[in-house]
């Protein structure tokens, strides 16, 4: 029986602050990067839609792992896919945001079609609006700087997840209870109860914000990893925000041209297909 999720959405002019505060104002180093991280896991978790649980550390209490790997992306500058551990080289020549989308694969779980779930085995998005935009050229660069250059990420790719980083010699990543507290320590500085927001605040931004700009319910469910048929994201996602802005279309002047970008999936899947050599 699903719970009725009794949690706000995110509101979206929180995150111009959470990157404000999170990202811009790091300290320089490896001692900065899990602000870092956690700003990244406050932005993908709305922008993609999907469970938090898709950029936290597993916690080890759920069977299924839903986490996605630094393995399990690709990053696409003109006609050539990069690797996590290309971009570091890769910014060398080039500004982060030259990078024109990314790639998620999801291979693991109930939530990929490769086992037996209905949602997309991947989801990727580019530079359609600004919060995906900025969101992207920020993932690039903690990507690039995460690890200590000449790590060799085929030791353990299972262990090196989206938001891994390198601090004082040993992997971290985010905890669902990090990304959360952070959240809710931005809302705070707006005056609004953090008792309110949860890990699943972020889906619910999603689907309200993107309900509330017209995109259509085939969308955000393909966005969000929900069914084809489900009506979960209408029954216990979806807020009446009246005017709210489109949770990919901060700062767009016009948010009626906002669109979920989650066509020709298989176009890319197909495109990347060789290169993680599957």
């Known amino acids: 029986k699903q719970r009725e999720n009794t949690k706000l959405p995110v509101p979206l002019e929180v995150y111009p602050r959470a990157r404000e505060k999170y990202w811009s104002?790091?300290?320089?180093?490896?001692?900065?990067?899990l602000d870092k991280a956690l700003w990244l896991g406050m932005a993908i978790a709305v922008n993609d839609g999907r469970r938090l649980s898709n950029v936290m550390r597993p916690d080890g209490k759920n069977a299924e792992d839903h986490t996605v790997r630094r393995s399990d992306i690709a990053l696409r500058y003109?006609?050539?896919?990069?690797?996590?551990?290309?971009?570091r080289e890769f910014l060398k020549h080039h500004h982060e945001d030259e990078i024109?989308?990314?790639?998620?694969?999801?291979?693991?779980?109930?939530?990929?079609r490769v086992m037996g779930g209905?949602?997309?085995d991947e989801v990727f998005w580019g530079r359609d609006t600004p919060l995906e935009s900025q969101v992207l050229s920020d993932?690039?660069?903690?990507?690039?700087?995460?690890l200590p250059e000449g790590y060799d990420e085929a030791r353990a790719p299972k262990t090196l997840y989206l938001l891994t980083r390198m601090h004082r010699n040993r992997l971290k990543t985010p905890t669902q209870k990090e990304i959360i507290e952070a959240l809710r320590n931005v809302v705070a500085e707006f005056g609004?109860?953090?008792?309110l927001f949860s890990g699943k605040s972020f889906r619910s931004g999603l689907?309200?914000?993107g309900a509330a700009e017209g995109a259509s319910k085939a969308d955000i469910r393909r966005r969000g990893g929900w069914g084809e048929k489900s009506t979960v994201n209408e029954r216990f996602y979806e807020r009446n925000m009246g005017t709210a802005r489109g949770a990919l279309a901060i700062g767009n002047p016009d948010p009626s041209g906002n669109r979920l970008n989650v066509?020709?999936?298989?176009?890319?899947?197909?495109r990347i297909r060789g290169l993680f050599g599957n």
């Open 118 to 120: 209905n949602a997309p």
């Open 139 to 146: 993932l690039v660069v903690f990507l690039a700087t995460a």
């Open 25 to 33: 104002n790091a300290m320089m180093g490896t001692g900065g990067l």
């Open 100 to 112: 024109e989308e990314i790639v998620f694969i999801y291979e693991t779980g109930k939530t990929s």
């Open 207 to 209: 689907a309200t914000h």
């Open 78 to 87: 003109k006609e050539t896919w990069y690797k996590p551990s290309q971009l």
């Open 263 to 270: 066509t020709t999936l298989r176009r890319v899947q197909d």
């Open 192 to 195: 609004l109860d953090p008792d």
